[in-house]
Nanobody, 125 residues
Framework: QLQVVESGGGLVQPGGSLRLSCAAS????????IGWFRQAPGKEREGVSC????????NYADSAKGRFTISRDGATNTVVLQMTNLKPEDTGVYYC??????????????????WGRGTQVTVAS
């Protein structure tokens, strides 16, 4: 089982950028497809993006497409979510997770079973 830890969250103004990292501590993160999810207060957890083991398949939620970029950094054993042009509706706790399934365009949280504890992202003036 893979253990992952998120970092990089914080407070940012609308239109700003944040770079989130998902670091693995118990093995190679490229052994698993990785997804990013977020949850706002009072709302269901929703998928943001995923990347397969060799980085040849990626998927984005409609809300993220054109603004967010997911990638792998082999040197640091991390998966990065670069977020630009942030909006207030992007606010929430962001989680990364690994799956034994694959990087599906459905971005279903129930497909993922190895979760980090999350990092808070707040977009506000």
């Amino acid at each position: 089982q893979l253990q992952v830890v998120e970092s990089g969250g914080g407070l940012v103004q609308p239109g700003g950028s944040l770079r989130l990292s998902c670091a693995a501590s118990t093995g190679p993160i490229n052994s698993y497809p990785i997804g990013w999810f977020r949850q706002a207060p009072g709302k269901e957890r929703e998928g943001v993006s995923c990347i397969n083991t060799n980085s040849r398949i990626i998927n984005y939620a409609d809300s993220a497409k054109g603004r967010f970029t997911i990638s792998r950094d082999g040197a640091t054993n991390t998966v990065v979510l670069q977020m630009t042009n942030l909006k207030p509706e992007d606010t929430g706790v962001y989680y990364c997770a690994a799956t034994l399934y694959y990087c599906s365009s459905s971005l279903r949280a129930n497909d993922y079973d190895m979760w980090g504890r999350g990092t808070q992202v707040t977009v506000a003036s």
